[in-house]
């Protein structure tokens, strides 16, 4: 007993020993960009802790740094309550905006210092730690809650799961920014573009996604970053900024050594200058600077407004643009038939990444901008993920330049376009002739989102059709293996996978079967809507029109491309083989859990404490009651949660449809349907006053 213990106590020691040691090198690496061992021999001590850690779950810690790696369980993100709120920053495009904030700083609490940093394009986090080890990590949410995403950061490895040093007060918080860095971005996007997954527009958006996702290993995997910028507790002993900073450092905290003390508006507008040229070498996106008051007294003194510090202000840079040459204009042809015009430019350098094309969008587009191949072009990112082009560099346009003829027959197939009423884009007419179109069309079927057929890709669909054995998405259920099998690049292994995964596909529901049909503008939402409404594809097939657009989700345009779809006799043939192949055409019998909310209807908006916003809805379908898009005289109760839009209020008001919160639709279910709130949250610190007390917060 005594012999076993004592070797129980060893292993304690030697666990304790190789997670100090890793978490140091972790930082070497992570934080200071300076490793002092291999991977190899960080992979080794890596792998002893392990599986030292599998064969002793009695010393099992979350902050251990194998945590970092993740796990495959599905994460539930309950929602806290900020101890102090997360607040924004006031922010100007213009310099004399700029300089106005200063003055009046000045004005009011005389000469002092300032803080120039990076604002950082990430997505905001507040941690925080108790004696020294990471407590929780909450993401900004509306400002007063967020989500509890801990696990999550616990695989970004710049975030330290325990404090080095010593002096760090036993419970505070720390706030900054997670990033992704362009490299990861990089690599994200390409290896969702070979899984055929859509594509992240922006580091952001991939970075706040990435904080979402449910199994922690996935976010292990996907490189983030986390910057800090803000410590914030009770009693912190410090008098600035830049003194809080530098103890955060010190106690292992990534913070951007691009930050600067400046005097006057001359040292802040050179950090600006300098930072809105040179953000373009730095490996992650940054969209501004942050100017904040140095000293904490003077703080204190300029206090806040309802949203924001009255110290601190955000100048944001224009938009990252790049003046390059139009090479030539290609135009693609979508599943729909839809044509895009898209660039072809002499590669540059635009906000990490070097573009080489960007979307014209359409005909009208073109010649608003009158875009001529040869010309200078402004190329910029927006919120999408091609690039587009603004601007035509008039002075440097060649003197032999004409117009753009904008094609009038379809580059694949040369079918004469036609354009829609009311439509930019011209169209390809030629549905079942047009090559990218029928390839399109069984793309868009076998996707996860539709019918998920698992080891088909792009290149595959392609050679099936090149071989003749698919021309369209019902020949897929006439496949046999043998024909696989001895098709290039495919072997028996894979045809037999391909096959299996397609028989499988008939248990897919109906509204993902409705989804893969690849009807013109009926996207993933708008079918599920449309198999709740109509339960089955022969009531929409009978449907009219006007039935159509009273369905919710069902405009006018909608309509139109359902009824235009169910009048071709080809798409008609394609069906019924669909049907033969016992396809799911009916939308499953809901089992209901009780009829409490039968022949309500209902609408969901904003944010709730207690359950997500699909968690409301599945239990409102779970007891009878049905979920509508939008409040019209039709809805029975609109459940309002925080930040919703004045204007759905207004509107409700206005129609007298009840406005109920969260709690008043639990108590409708009694405790039947009730979701139990989730346990571990709010803690008791976390309920405390959320205005910030002047004077404690910095
Ligand atoms: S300070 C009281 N510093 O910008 C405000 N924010 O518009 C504290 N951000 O939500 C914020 N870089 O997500 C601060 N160096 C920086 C920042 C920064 C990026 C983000 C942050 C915040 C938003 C405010």
């Not at 325990?162 to 918080?173: A, C, I, K, T, V």
Request: hydrophobic share 35%; glycine share 8%; aromatic share 8%.
């Amino acid at each position: 007993m005594i012999r076993r213990s004592f070797r129980n106590e060893m292993i304690r020691e030697r666990i304790e020993t190789l997670r100090k040691q890793l978490e140091y090198h972790n930082h070497r690496y992570y934080v200071d960009n300076a490793p002092e061992i291999s991977d190899f021999e960080f992979d080794t001590l890596m792998r002893e802790l392990q599986e030292l850690e599998k064969a002793h779950p009695e010393f099992a810690d979350p902050n251990s740094p194998s945590a970092r790696v993740g796990s495959d369980l599905t994460a539930e993100f309950h929602t806290v309550k900020h101890r102090f709120p997360m607040l924004s920053l006031g922010n100007t495009y213009s310099l004399d905006e700029l300089h106005e904030f200063i003055d009046r700083i000045e004005r009011e609490a005389g000469p002092t210092e300032y803080v120039c940093e990076l604002k950082f394009d990430g997505t905001a986090i507040s941690l925080t730690y108790e004696h020294g080890r990471l407590l929780r990590a909450v993401t900004r949410g509306d400002g007063t809650q967020g989500d509890d995403v801990t696990n999550n950061i616990r695989t970004v490895r710049s975030v330290p799961l325990r404090l080095q040093g010593d002096g760090w007060p036993d419970y505070f918080e720390i706030r900054g920014e997670i990033l992704m860095p362009y490299a990861s971005f990089d690599r994200l996007n390409a290896e969702r573009e070979a899984a055929g997954d859509p594509l992240f527009a922006n580091p952001r958006n991939a970075a706040a996604g990435t904080l979402k996702q449910q199994s922690s290993a996935v976010v292990a995997r996907r490189g983030l970053d986390c910057s800090l910028y803000q410590l914030a507790g009770e009693d912190l002993p410090f008098e600035s900024h830049w003194e809080s900073l530098e103890k955060a450092r010190q106690w292992g905290f990534k913070i951007s050594g691009h930050i600067r003390i400046c005097h006057n508006i001359e040292e802040i507008d050179a950090f600006i200058h300098h930072w809105d040229a040179a953000r373009r070498e730095l490996p992650f996106p940054t969209d501004g600077a942050v100017v904040k008051v140095n000293d904490f007294a003077v703080r204190r003194r300029l206090g806040f407004t309802a949203k924001a510090p009255k110290w601190a202000v955000a100048y944001k840079f224009k938009a990252e643009q790049a003046l390059t040459r139009l090479v030539s204009v290609d135009f693609q042809v979508g599943r729909t038939g839809a044509i895009t015009p898209v660039a072809n430019l002499e590669p540059v350098l635009l906000a990490g990444t070097t573009v080489k094309r960007a979307t014209l969008h359409n005909a009208e587009q073109m010649a608003l901008l009158d875009i001529r191949p040869g010309d200078m072009v402004y190329v910029e990112k927006g919120g999408e993920i091609i690039p587009k082009i603004t601007g035509v560099e008039l002075a440097q346009r060649p003197a032999d330049s004409e117009p753009f003829r904008y094609i009038t027959v379809c580059p694949e197939c040369g079918t004469p376009l036609v354009r829609y009423e009311g439509e930019a884009k011209h169209y390809c007419p030629n549905q079942s002739g047009c090559r990218p179109q029928i390839l399109g069309r069984i793309i868009h079927f076998i996707r996860r989102k539709a019918m998920n057929i698992e080891g088909l890709g792009e290149e595959t669909v392609e050679l099936l059709y090149e071989n003749g054995l698919v021309h369209d998405i019902s020949d897929l259920y006439d496949l046999q293996a043998p024909q696989l099998a001895c098709l290039p690049r495919l072997g028996e292994k894979s045809a037999e996978n391909i096959i299996r995964s397609i028989r499988q596909s008939v248990e897919v529901p109906f509204s993902r079967v409705l989804f893969g049909l690849g009807i013109r503008f009926v996207g993933e939402a708008t079918a599920k809507y449309m198999a709740e409404h109509f339960r089955s594809l022969d009531a929409v097939m009978k449907a009219s029109r006007e039935e159509l657009v009273e369905a919710e989700e069902v405009g006018a345009k909608i309509a139109d491309g359902i009824l235009e779809y169910f009048t071709d006799a080809e798409n008609l043939r394609i069906i019924e083989r669909l049907r033969q192949a016992g396809l799911k055409f009916e939308a499953e019998e809901r089992e209901r859990a009780s009829d409490t909310l039968d022949s309500k209807s209902f609408v969901i908006s904003g944010r709730f404490l207690n359950h997500s916003r699909d968690e409301l809805k599945n239990l409102i379908e779970l007891h009878g009651g049905r979920n509508l898009a939008a409040v019209s005289g039709n809805v029975d109760y609109l459940v309002a949660g925080e930040n919703m839009g004045p204007a759905k209020l207004k509107k409700a008001e206005k129609l007298g449809v009840r406005i109920i919160s969260e709690s008043d639709f639990e108590a409708m279910l009694g405790n039947d349907g009730r979701i139990p709130t989730p346990a571990a949250e709010p803690v008791e610190k976390t309920e405390q006053p959320t205005i910030p007390e002047q004077g404690t917060l910095f």
